[in-house]
């Protein structure tokens, strides 16, 4: 595929059939035709610089406005192409004046987008007035609505202002309806609060603090008021911890607690079960603090288990539509999601419109880490101030009250030109202090987020030369043969999939004389195969996913570990890749093919749920991928003791400072880089990750209704 763009792209002449410009007068006159920008945008996708969707996007535009101008239908390809890579709008401004900003294609490929701009408006203005002319663009001229641009359900949506965006329909619904959700739900609370409980209630759950202020308990304090609130923080600092004392306060303090229906929720299945392990582990530790006051136990028994989003929402299959919508709300009234920066603004708006209005959101993750790869990044748009805090007086007053608590004035309200508008910042709280990311893990972490480069190299390279058994070790440039050696026979004392095969051998070669000791064995496994990852940038290629997987597999082939004689073979871990309700298997999955009990001739594949292991006949799994290396995207809500983080060359604008983030977070006891160049670390954490989006931008406008 790389090989046939390059060519194409050399030989690529846009205009080739074009009868090139009339001349009237003095000036030039573009004379280029819609079925010849149709034509040269259907090549751009042959060539690879735009998707089939981009380009069959535009020719629907053309289909619905037979005056369409050249400048619609490129704006129309742009927007659809950064829908694809995440964004939910197109900021226009960039248009003419530096496409390739927002485009990113190739260097090879700037004679071809020269030869197509030259026919296109030099000024934003231009670009403007022909999205302004169109029947298809519906032209609002503030984000709280227009009644002059009725919806007559035009595909774009153009947000005509200074800073104009344009949206596809849908995108412009959304963010839409999340702003307006949350303006309500932030909209200061009525609900009398009786401060002298929640008081005792907040002192005796959180013991004299040493660190000043002490975060968890304003999140605490700040998420009893409203019914939505946002705490955010690195991995380690407390957000599980933080959610089960709110639990413990809101049951304490809720005139209706008898009746509290509590759910938990997280975006992939894993998350969710880590969520829920987390919350009854902190719950059960509060024991000895709030003593007999409350029943623990029955609120632990009452939460039941953690879902998936998807599953909480009642996703149906091959439609968009959850059976939970405004008119169908869940049965709750207080929802923990946590993981929430894997939540896209699609997923957002319906679990916004799913929520009861009087239920309360509290909404845990870390803003740091990768968005979702579908377009929106909620969490990270909300938080995008959370670090100043941005607290009102009103707000300094109330945790002063309930929480004893003196908050520094930098974090005050101080800024006439806040981003954030105040009454979400009175809702979200960022945890500073991380328990169990002190060492160098954490150090490389807190320097890779804040662009430090020397900081980070620094530290990699005195770690590495400290030896093999150090926390953190790198190598850029080399062979990815030592990766795959790595991955099997480990570096030092640190894990690799080297403990994974020894158990599977004890098993392979003993069998089992008892269903108890199999599923011990199977249990085994698992365990033993989730204390280590290969984690990559891309997909494709040697230094990519499936490279990497098949090396893998190869070397443990030739070691004997495993005997890989099909698609399916004994040791086969997989990764499930679509929801499958009916097996009770989801996205992000992992499980592990190995002989059954009652037939060791068979394979089925054995997943992890809790505690419990749920096996599936391995010819019902369609949808799975061999998971020896996964993407860092699908390794988010999972941690292990030993991950690897492999950049390719070939990462382009894959290799962002938030890729390296979450890889390196991923890792509990020891991490190793491997990088096919020197230099793509650098460049990544050089690369913090923009998404467009006029979120906060709504969020300002909405007026709570
Ligand atoms: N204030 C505290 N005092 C004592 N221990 C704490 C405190 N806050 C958190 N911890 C402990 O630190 C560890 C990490 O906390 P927790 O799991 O809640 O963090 P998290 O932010 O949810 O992490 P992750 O993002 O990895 O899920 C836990 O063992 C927790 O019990």
Known sequence: MRGRRRTD?????????????????????????????????????DAGLLRRLDSALAAFVAAQDAEAEPALLVATVVLAQMEGRGHSCLPLAALPANPN????????????????????????????????????????????????APDLGQPLVLLDDPAPLLYLR??????????????QRTAADGAALDEALVRRWLDSLFSASTSQPDWQKLACALALRGRMSVITGGPGTGKTYTAARLLALLFATAPDAAQLRVALAAPTGKAAAR??????????????????????????????AARTLHSLLGARPDTRRFAHHAGNPLDVDVLIVDEASMIHLEMMAALLQALPPTARLILLGDKDQLASVEAGAVLG???????QGHYSDDTLAYAQRVAGLLLPAQFMAVSPALQLPQPLAQHTVMLRESRRFGGPIGQLALAVNAGDAPGAMGLLRAQTQSGLNAELWAREGGEVEAVVRSAVQGRGTAASYAAYAKVLAQGMK????????HQQWVAQVLQAFDRYRLLCAVREGPWGVTGLNRAVEAALHASGAIRKDGEWYAGRPVMVTR??????????????????FADPRRLRAYFMQGEKL??????????????????????????????????????????????????????????SLWSELPGLLVSAMGSPTQRSSGLLRFLEGVVPG
């Open 579 to 596: 929801n499958d309700g009916q097996l009770g298997v989801f996205n992000g999955d992992i499980g592990m093919a190995l002989p059954s």
């Open 170 to 183: 849908r995108y412009w619904d959304y963010e839409r309806s999340v702003a307006a959700q949350i303006a």
């Open 9 to 45: 792209l050399q030989t690529l002449d846009l205009f080739a059939d074009h009868e090139s410009s009339a001349t009237s007068g003095d000036e030039a006159v573009t004379v280029l035709s819609r079925a010849d920008l149709l034509t040269a945008l259907e090549r751009l996708a």
């Open 614 to 671: 749920h096996a599936v006949s391995t010819a019902r799994l369609a949808h799975v991928e061999t998971a020896f290396a996964m993407t860092v995207h699908k390794s988010q809500g999972s941690e292990f003791e030993h991950t690897a983080l492999v950049l390719a060359a070939q990462g382009g604008n894959m290799l962002s400072r938030e890729l390296v983030y979450t890889g390196i977070t991923r890792a509990r006891q020891a991490f």
């Open 381 to 387: 748009d909300l938080c995008r101030d959370a670090q």
């Open 510 to 517: 003993t069998g089992f004389d008892s269903d108890a000791a």
């Open 101 to 148: 900003e927002i485009l990113g294609w190739p260097k090879e490929a700037m004679p071809v987008q020269l030869s197509l701009w030259e026919q296109l408006p030099a000024t934003l203005d231009g670009w403007l007035q022909a999205l302004r002319r169109s029947p298809v663009v519906r032209v609002m001229r503030g984000v709280n609505g227009d009644a002059s």
């Open 275 to 304: 969520l829920k392990q987390s919350i009854d582990t902190s719950l059960l530790e509060l024991k000895t603090a709030v003593g007999d006051a409350l029943d623990l136990e029955a609120l632990v028994q009452r939460m039941g």
